[in-house]
Each structure stands twice: as structure tokens, then as C-alpha cells.
């Protein structure tokens, strides 16, 4: 993606009649395009090294194995003790680079390394470079000057670490963009500010507060802020596309979800009366997205995805003056709440997960969890049809035991 950016990058550079008041240089673009070409292939060449590794790790402990259970005079199973050219070059690969026995080389001694991948997540020149002068291709671009000076090919550094090679983009990246973003930032200048509240604690700074990508329509902003992370209520500002007019805001809480929202699955449920805010994003222009947490004392707390009228809440008409004398009177207590689950008119209780992000599409109507433990992930269809919705479960509770099974896995190998 980045590398697709570049590319249009470097075409406009290149035409200078429209776009070269942005100050976009070819030469720093072409620049730019060639660090990220040499980090791609290291990360490539990254990728291949844990793939040899792992399989000759593989090989030389199931050897090893088999060489224990015959001293131990113990039958040997067929299936692990059978070894063919192929394994045994790997038990020898595995030998070679992690066992070293060079005094003579920066006072180390014999010992067992396994730095082989390790080095490329250091800020320094690789000790144990990849042999590729066995590769066809490299050799052929090495003898031809042509393909070895063409501005198409990436060069490679073969000394270079991953992240010396991701300081470089950096570098490279900086220099690209520096001067068109300072010649666009000089056109830019800011109209009207407002101040939304004060930090009060000294930890507060350290935490940003979730704001939703903002949704417009022909003569209204909106913005959806939570004043922290999870939150009892959000906040909906709502400013006139003229500079003059005043700012506006709603404060939701969400209590018990609309019935006619809940699922198949949530009505079979007790139904909770109180939700926390974990996430909210703008969905389309109409609806709202929400992430919920359940405040339940009497049984586990589940997590639940949720759609809200937006338009609903706008045409209430229900929305507050900000006072600009106040900072913080937007945060205060007394400020009247609406019940967002009136205007709920979607909700799916997510089973078997604890929810800590997400992200939404109104334009593919899918939705992306993200566990608390940012791991994994669940993608939800947001407009599933009510003849499908028992076999979407199934397939939900399907890939939640699949889930569960795989992290019990990872919890006993750790």
C-alpha cells in the first residue's frame, strides 16, 4: 500500500505543471521508493530465514529426540525415527549456524546461538548474512551494469538489519514530504477553535479520548467524542457549517436495548439495563456504531455490537448549547442525559470473546472486533438476513470454540 502511495507520488512530481506548487521533489520520491524496495526485501529475506530455521529447529530436536529415547533404550516409533537426505541436511544446516566454536572472533567462545533471526531486529550490520550468491538471478544482475544501475530494480543490501533499513525509509520518507508539507501547511489556517474540556488529573493527559471520524451532511458537522475508555455516555457535537453559528452537543448513556433490536440469541438471554461504551464509530451517515460492554453482577458480562439511528437522535432536536465560558461543562454531571437505547435499532451479544476495539464499513455493511488482548479478530455481517441469522450463529459459536481451543493451546505451549 505504502509502495502504491510512492508510485502516485512520484507521477506527480513528475508533472510539474499541476502539481509542482505542492514542492514534491522526483528525485527525493524516487529516493523514497528505493528504501522502501530494500526494506521489502528484507523483510522478504526475514521471512524465508524463520521458514529455514524453523524447519531445521524442527529436524535437529526430532533427531535429537530419537538419539535420547535410543540411549535411554526405549522402542522408537517408526514414524519419528525414519530420516532421509533431506532431513539430515537440515540436522547439519541447524549445526552449523547455531553451534560455534571461534574463540578467535570478538572473544566469543563455543556455544549455542540462535541469533540467526534475532540480528535483523537490531540496530546493527548483520554477523551471519544470507548466502545468495547462489541465486540466478542476483548473479545475473550483478554482471549486467545495465540491470544492476536500473532505477526499476530495488537494490540489496545484504549487511543491513530490518530496522537499520526501516530508519533509512524513515529518513528517506521525511525528506520526501517535508517540503510539501510545510508548503500546504502554509495554506492552511484555522478558521474558528473551541475549547472541549480541561484535563483535571495529571494522568489524563497521558490518555487520549476516542473521537469517531466525523459524518456530515449538507449543513451539519458531527463529531462523536467518549469522555474515557470504557464510558458510561458519549458525546454528540454538532456544529453549523457556518462559522458563525454556536456549537451544539447530546450526552447518551445506553440502558436496556430497544426489543426491537435484540436477536434470536440475546432475547433467549437475560436482558441487562446498563451498558459501558468501549468504542463507537460512525457507520454511514444515519447510523452510529457501537461497542458495549455489559454492567451485570449477577452473571458474566458479555460483550454486544450495536447499530443506532443517528437520524433519530437529530431530528429529537434534543441537543444542548456549549457554553463557551465553561470548558468543562460538557463533562459536568448535571448535564441531562438521553437513553440511547431507545434509538438502538440493531444489536448482536458477541459470545465467547471480550471485546476491546473495532472498526466499521458502511459501504461493505461488515464490522471488525478486535479481542482485548488485540490477537485476534471477528468480522460480523452488519445486515444479515433473518432466514440466515440461525446458521450465522451456528458458524459464530463455531469459530468462538475454534478460538477458545487455539488460545488454550497457546496458554499450555507458553
Known amino acids: 500500500m505504502l509502495l502504491f502511495h510512492l508510485t502516485e507520488l512520484k507521477g506527480m512530481s513528475l508533472w510539474y505543471d499541476k502539481y509542482g506548487v505542492l514542492g514534491l521533489s522526483p528525485v527525493s520520491v524516487q529516493d523514497a521508493i528505493i528504501s522502501l524496495g530494500s526494506f521489502m526485501l528484507k523483510a522478504n529475506e526475514l521471512l524465508q530465514v524463520i521458514d529455514s530455521s524453523l524447519t531445521s529447529f524442527k529436524a535437529f530436536f526430532r533427531w535429537l529426540y530419537v538419539i535420547m529415547m535410543r540411549l535411554a533404550n526405549e522402542s522408537v516409533p517408526s514414524a519419528i525415527s525414519k530420516m532421509n537426505q533431506k ?22 567462545t563455543s556455544g549455542f546461538t540462535l541469533e540467526r533471526v534475532g540480528q535483523y531486529l537490531k540496530k546493527e550490520d548483520l554477523q551471519l548474512v544470507n548466502d545468495i550468491s547462489n541465486n540466478d538471478w542476483y548473479s545475473f544482475v550483478q554482471s549486467t551494469p545495465i540491470m544492476k544501475e536500473s532505477p526499476l530494480l ?24 517535508n517540503r510539501p508539507s510545510t508548503i500546504i501547511g502554509q495554506h492552511l489556517q484555522c478558521n474558528k477553535s473551541f475549547k472541549l474540556y480541561n484535563s483535571l488529573k495529571k494522568e489524563e ?46 450526552k447518551l448513556c445506553v440502558g436496556t436495548l430497544a426489543e426491537s433490536s435484540l436477536n434470536t440469541s440475546t432475547t433467549s438471554a437475560a436482558i441487562c439495563n446498563q451498558h459501558q461504551i468501549v468504542d463507537v464509530s460512525c ?23 450495536c447499530q443506532l439511528n443517528l437520524g433519530a437522535l437529530i431530528d429529537a432536536e434534543q441537543f444542548v448549547k456549549m457554553s463557551s465560558e465553561d470548558a468543562n461543562y460538557m463533562l459536568q454531571k448535571d448535564v441531562v442525559s ?13 459470545e465467547n470473546m471480550k471485546a476491546g476495539r473495532f472498526a466499521v464499513s458502511g459501504s461493505r455493511k461488515v464490522s471488525c472486533v478486535v479481542f482485548s488482548n488485540f490477537r485476534r479478530v471477528r468480522i460480523f455481517d452488519m445486515e444479515t438476513e433473518e432466514d440466515n441469522e440461525d446458521e450465522s450463529c451456528d458458524a459464530s459459536a463455531l469459530e468462538a470454540t475454534r478460538e477458545i481451543e487455539e488460545e488454550n493451546k497457546e496458554n499450555i505451549s507458553g
Open 283 to 305: 457507520y454511514d451517515d444515519t447510523t452510529l456504531s457501537l461497542l458495549l460492554q455489559e454492567i451485570n453482577s449477577n452473571q458474566e458480562a458479555l460483550s454486544v455490537l
Open 87 to 108: 532431513n539430515v541436511n537440515f540436522v547439519a544446516d541447524f549445526l552449523t549456524e547455531n553451534f560455534t566454536d571461534n574463540p578467535e572472533k570478538e572473544g566469543k
Open 205 to 250: 493527559t497521558k490518555t487520549s479520548r476516542p473521537v469517531s471520524r466525523y459524518c456530515v451532511d449538507s449543513n451539519q458537522m458531527y463529531i462523536v467524542m467518549l469522555s474515557q475508555v470504557p464510558s458510561d455516555c458519549l458525546y454528540i457535537i454538532r456544529q453549523s457549517q457556518d462559522e458563525s453559528s454556536d456549537i451544539e452537543f447530546l
Open 154 to 177: 530495488y537494490p540489496h543490501q545484504p549487511t543491513k538489519s530490518l530496522i537499520q533499513l526501516h530508519e533509512q525509509l524513515q529518513t528517506a520518507m521525511n525528506t520526501a514530504l
Open 338 to 350: 438521553i437513553d440511547a437505547g431507545l434509538y438502538i435499532t440493531q444489536s448482536r451479544r458477541l
